[in-house]
């Protein structure tokens, strides 16, 4: 255990009572006395705080840093402009996903590159950056009621827009903030320097933020329909296997994995990513077996209980025969589809995501 | 963790309250707290034999499944309904109204073998 990293905010997640767990080389909260039920539905209804300080930041800076970043990651930094922020995604040459990243475009030629815990030495050798992880702590406060809350103790972050990327002056803490986040919820995420981020921890707390762990975080991506690196995405599954073709910055010229993925694109992918819901509460896991008409046409990657609808759902990838549409040819009835798992057969269906859609149960009460 | 004087506990922390010829089978405080929030309990069938050690059934929580044994051998004569609906009872009332099963034993010494509530306390929190 002691080798594991810790937040800043470690001290805090001790005295809030959190269980903690390891992930990505971290030790982080799992979940507060709450319990991750509780914490999920405090998110879809209302907002809750997140501790993400685990994620990495790289820092890419100086009069080349756009041009070396729009030639390593495979979005197009020419879609948005300074102050946004963009999802993308580093590739290997053979258009597998290394990792999946936030970029945060600070000022002209300065980017906060924020990578997967796990995948952070990766993205350090591929942008050549310091590594500045430590010195801030990242807080993602998520939900429909988020940016008000947010707002009451830091108001010049009232009216702060999706993917928006701005700096901040709080109580002589000097930090950044991101219209960002992995819920499916509208939220803030906050960049504070370490030393400093106890404080606005203290306060979100104090104007009535609950706090949420990984465990929430987990249910609420899948709800959301969002991937997880190491289970949607992975140096063997392309970006456009996973549905995100729009991650793919087409019209530029060069980036790593641009070959693969334009034959990808021109042949058609081998797979394809597919949601789906069980009849019942019994979570389907990693490693279920898809089964149309008891034939396996895939593997789930993610799954569990949602405890929004109340029933199992699912992602995972679906094999698509040479020159088909899929498995599904339209033709699909009741009892078509099921997730096959330790000996037993869920009976499932195609779902779309997301799942839950933003603001779907905003101001409901369980 | 709490444990209750008056119950036998197993190593697999399963609680057991005899009650006559009848055995009521529950996962322990320990066990509900280490599983985390549960979202599906997988119930044994009424009239199953099943025997000391084997499986009787699991319990899912947002985060793992978790193998459920039975701490006594029988046959079982009742299961907890609610929790098709009310799994979450494993966690607000484990010795309560979220027991699990029952199982029909020969006599009021069949859980002699089950840990005391202080040997189950030294095992949990040594």
Redesign the interface.
């Known amino acids: 255990m002691s080798t594991l990293r810790q937040s800043p905010l470690h001290d805090q997640h001790v005295s809030e009572g959190a269980?903690l767990t390891e992930f990505g080389g971290w030790e982080m909260p799992?979940?507060y006395p709450e319990?991750?039920?509780a914490e999920h539905r405090a998110c879809r209804t209302g907002a809750v705080m997140f501790d993400v300080s685990h994620l990495g930041t790289v820092r890419v800076a100086g009069s080349d840093a756009f041009e070396r970043l729009q030639q390593t990651l495979s979005n197009d930094l020419g879609r948005i402009t300074p102050g946004r922020a963009q999802y993308t995604h580093l590739l290997n040459a053979d258009g597998g996903v290394e990792d999946d990243i936030i970029v945060w475009w600070l000022d002209d030629t300065t980017f906060d590159v924020m990578p997967n815990a796990s995948n952070t030495t990766r993205v350090v050798e591929a942008l050549r950056g310091p590594d500045v992880t430590a010195e801030r702590a990242v807080l993602a406060i998520q939900g429909p009621t988020a940016l008000t809350m947010v707002a009451q103790v830091i108001p010049e972050l009232a009216g702060l827009g999706r993917f928006q990327v701005r700096p901040f002056n709080w109580n002589g803490v000097a930090a950044w903030a991101a219209g960002t986040g992995y819920t499916g919820e509208s939220g803030v995420e906050l960049a504070i320097p370490s030393q400093q981020a106890g404080r606005v921890w203290v306060a979100l707390r104090e104007a009535g933020l609950p706090p949420a762990g990984l465990?929430a975080r987990?249910?609420l991506r899948l709800e959301a329909g969002l991937p997880l690196h190491g289970h949607e995405l992975g140096p063997g599954i392309t970006p456009l296997e996973a549905g995100l073709g729009w991650v793919v910055g087409w019209d530029k010229e060069a980036f790593i994995g641009r070959e693969a993925l334009v034959r990808e694109r021109s042949a058609g992918s081998r797979r394809r990513l597919a949601g789906f819901a069980v009849d019942g509460?019994?979570?389907p896991?990693e490693g279920a077996e898809i089964l149309h008409r008891a034939t396996p046409v895939g593997m789930v990657t993610s799954g569990?209980?949602s405890?929004m609808l109340e029933h199992g759902i699912a992602m995972g990838f679906v094999e698509v025969e040479p020159g088909g549409e899929g498995t599904s040819d339209g033709s699909d009835g009741d009892g078509d589809w099921a997730l096959g798992q330790?000996g037993r057969i869920l009976s499932a269906r195609p779902a779309a995501r997301p799942f839950v859609t933003p603001g779907q149960f905003a101001g409901h009460s369980f | 963790m709490n444990a209750p004087d008056e119950l036998r506990y197993s190593e697999d922390h399963e609680w057991v309250r005899i009650e006559g010829d009848r055995a009521r089978v529950g996962i322990t405080d320990y066990a509900q707290d280490a599983l985390?929030?549960v979202?599906?309990v997988?119930l044994p069938e009424v009239g199953a034999e099943v025997a000391a050690g084997a499986l009787l059934g699991e319990v899912?929580s947002?985060?793992s499944?978790s193998e459920i044994y039975a701490p006594l051998s029988g046959t079982v004569v009742a299961v907890n309904a609610v929790l098709?609906d009310q799994?979450?009872l494993l966690?607000s009332n484990p010795y309560g109204d979220g027991w699990i099963c029952e199982i029909a034993v020969a006599g009021p010494d069949a859980a002699d073998g089950l840990m005391d509530a202080d040997a189950y306390r030294q095992l949990t929190n040594p």
Do not use: C, H, I
């Open positions: 269980k799992l979940a319990g991750t039920l465990g987990d249910t509460r019994q979570p896991r569990n209980f405890p330790r | 985390g929030d979202v599906f997988d899912e947002t985060k499944v098709a799994p979450e966690n």
